[in-house]
């Protein structure tokens, strides 16, 4: 989806996972941009329709790039940095909340 | 300048809280402080600059060429504030505002930072909230690999990343040609740039060309537009846009001034057709709005001082009517003068003596930018889309043609009847995606128009904050009375 | 592309319903089925609509101390209720997720309990009170029925008759359905004068007029102003709910409690609040933090949901709470409906309401539905 320019590769890597993968992004990244950065096509899948989606707007406005971050799901990707270690998943529909579900 | 980095950190009350940290936000918080309030500048990204300056702090790219001087001018601005004694509070969401129930004249906000909502109160509140890409309803547009130019350009800024593969950018305004060059100079392989501005746009701007030849934007601008012209496939005249894929984006169909279908394989699609203010929190505050015709958006409803309808709230910036950043830091800077009169700090005498020349500085800025408004103003099949199959609403998936047929036999006049019946607005982003587009095609059904149409009428949160955060603020006897019965 | 300007609608119609929400859009979709020529006339976007902000249940449970009829008329509703989503989905193409699975009032302390079961004790020893099933529950057998309470709710009421629907699609429903059968909707048509006039009514505003042999009142809290111009009267005033909806998420709760449900759609819908404020519409933190607390306490999970939307609305309120249903003796042929339940009496509406107002008269089970009672000293 997106590459980095010599510059945005030039910083501090950060090690997390993507639905298990191993990705590496970059200090002073979002979520949202290092998922981009890694190839990632689509962050979600809708709770209408199940369509696919990507992060859209980058500015917070659209909520398309809704993930789960460390297990806390339907959080903006845009506007949350990513930290090293962070486990990221993609939000498949509607959020199920464990103990609810049971 | 302070930073908070926990909500509990906060003092209860401030003098002057300011809402965003781009142009206008820093401008007015710095001038607050300066002026002896006790000033909080809250905004929703780690670092301040807003949407223009993102990432001006801490950006990788260094070269300045390849963002250009007007992006720099946001290091000073943000130096200045950085030297200001007001306390910051980054990553922090603004979810209400309102007159405190107590009616002691405070406006009551509600902030939610790090997971935990807060409850403070401000004697004066400037909202510089900024403005947002206009919704751009093409065919297409909700899959992966389409994004907004201004998304591209928040990555360039924020990570140094560019779109990779072949990058079609499609649309109008000064911005999309400025994205342009920032991105043909980072080394993207931009395949082409479809031009959307109207044929007709440029005979109804041209009244205003007089003002438009003495205004800042005219080397700047025509420049732009060369340079793109110069090194990039541009494309004018493009009168129908589609994105074409599967699960994600493969290319892009459009036509030329109705002409045959032209198609380009690309790997990303970036669309921009301006920018309209962000009213959702003067809006769910409660504030009056009004339709520009000009600028062909809501804007509230402000008087000299950008003070809103409702007391203790005024609006500075590109939230407040578009008018870019210079104009914007201006701005912000006259309404703090506002604040500091409304408080006591400042008579009315040195409040105007010290805004004069700001004021004439703010009609330099903002002269010609008619010409502009009138010239980018987006042809109708790009503000209600022809394809009745198109998404309006992102969130909740309602098609063109479901608006419309709800307008035509159901009678629908405004979009908070089509909200009930459609579900369109109801998501998370609350209307930010569908809402101009909703009214458009009412107005466009019903032969209305936009200021009869009217808009979402929003309510807290603005941003979503949990129900737990919500349920750990401070309740009143009244409230329990009201609840437990 | 079809444009559609102002209304070019007839002049005449059988019957003019004034008021556009659920009870007038009920009461019009049940005189076209009967096969009248219905007008239905409508404020614009900007009305206040309890249409647009109610809770969405259909309930029977706490409803009628002080009048037995309305538990009679409330209890009719909810068993005629399945048809009327049979009869949505047949005429409007729409499926209004109706779901009568028995509902619950959960209470959070012992002292709450008892009010509960005390007011349910007084409710059915009125005479002429309609039997109903009830049972009260310990947090054992609440637990047993709802796994996803919290252990501060001590016990329960529960009802079979109970149930909810999507109050918004039931909405659009009815107006589809109206629509199909040709009803003649009028927005922003806000009607200023009425007048009987030889055998009917001359409706007017500043849209033009409009003729009907007969008119019903359907307007809400319009219903104030306007019943006192055909000898009727409609003392209602606005109740304010104020109501919190998270993000959707899977399903977890199909039983709606009397301040929690979700929606088919996914959602969690919480209120709901009552205060008189008036024609004030904001949404106030401390009123919905105390409703997000108590939800919390009533199911714990629900505390890591978003909330995305909340919302206040006007709940249309007699002096003692119950509808006004009236046939006007100075101009027969003019009649008034009103009442907060709109919903849940959604069935009889369009069954048992709109026919007998085409026969001229009103169902013999709201006969003492009149506003005559508001007149006699409470207690006499």
Known sequence: MFRLTPEGAARPPLAFTFDGRAMTGRAGDTIAAALLANGVAACRTTPVSDAPRAPYCLMGACFDCLVVVDGVGNRQGCLTPLEDGMRIESQRGRRAVAELAS | MTPLADVGRLAGSYDLVVVGAGPAGLAAAAAGAESGLATLLVDENATPGGQIWRAVTTTPMKRRETLGEDFWKGADHVARFDRSNAAYAPRCTVWSLAADARDDGLIEIGLSMGGKARMIAARQTILATGAQERPFPIPGWTLPGVMTAGAAQIALKTSGAVPDGRVVVAGCGPLLYLLANQLAAAGANIVAVLDTTAPGALRSALPEFGDFLRSPYLAKGLRLVAQARRKLRFVSRVTALAATGESRLEGVRFARGGGVDERIACDALLLHQGVIPSINLSNAAGCAHEFDETQHCWRPRLDDWFCASMAGIAVAGDGAGIGGAESAALRGEIAALGVAARLGRLDAGARDARAAPLRAELARCLRGRRFLDLLYRPAPQFLAPPDDATIVCRCEEVTAGQVRDAARRLGVTGPNQMKAFLRCGMGPCQGRLCGPTVAELIAETRDMSLAEVGAYRLRPPVKPITLGELAALPQTEAAIRAVVR | ?380
């Open chain 3, 1 to 380: 592309m079809i444009h559609v300007k102002h209304s070019t609608s007839a002049r005449e119609a059988d019957v003019a319903v004034v008021g556009g929400g659920v009870v007038g859009s009920a009461i019009a979709l049940g005189l076209a089925r009967e096969g009248a020529r219905v007008a239905l006339l409508d404020e614009g976007d900007g009305a206040f609509r309890a249409s647009r902000g109610n809770f969405a249940l259909i309930w029977v449970q706490s409803k009628g101390l002080g009048m037995p009829a309305y538990a009679g008329w409330s209890r009719k509703s909810a068993d005629a209720w399945a048809g009327l989503a049979a009869l949505l989905r047949e005429e409007s193409g729409l499926d209004v997720a109706h779901d009568q699975p028995g509902g619950f009032m959960l209470c959070l302390s012992q002292a709450e309990l008892e009010a509960r079961v005390d007011a349910m004790k007084r409710l059915h020893n009125q005479p002429m009170m309609q039997d109903f099933r009830y049972e009260v529950l310990d947090h054992r057998e609440t637990k047993k029925r709802m796994p996803a309470i919290g252990p501060d709710v001590v016990g329960a009421l529960y009802s079979p008759h109970d149930g909810h629907v999507n109050s918004l699609r039931l909405f659009r429903a009815l107006r589809e359905a109206g629509a199909r059968r040709g009803v003649d909707y009028r927005p922003s048509q806000v009607v200023t004068r009425l007048e009987q006039r030889g055998g009917g009514f001359r409706i007017e505003g500043d849209w033009g007029v409009l003729e009907a042999r007969r008119i019903v009142l359907a307007a809400g809290l319009g219903n104030a102003r306007l019943a006192p111009m055909v000898g009727l009267e409609a003392p209602v005033t606005p109740s304010k709910g104020q109501i919190i909806v998270t993000e959707k998420t899977a399903p977890f709760l199909r039983h709606p409690v009397v301040t929690v449900r979700q929606t088919d759609e996914g959602g969690v819908m919480i209120g709901d609040s009552q205060e008189d404020r008036g024609f004030d519409t904001i949404v106030a933190q401390p009123v919905i933090t105390t409703m997000a607390e108590r939800a919390v306490r009533m199911f714990p999970a629900l505390a890591g949901l978003n909330v995305v939307r909340t919302w206040s609305a006007l709940r249309v309120m007699t002096p003692d709470g119950f509808p006004i249903y009236e046939q006007s003796r100075a101009c027969p042929g003019a009649f008034v409906a009103t009442c907060h339940s709109g919903v849940t009496l959604a069935a009889n509406h369009v069954f048992t309401l709109a026919p007998a107002i085409l026969r001229g008269e009103l169902p013999v089970d709201v006969a003492d539905f009149t506003a005559g009672r508001l007149h006699v000293p409470a207690h006499a």
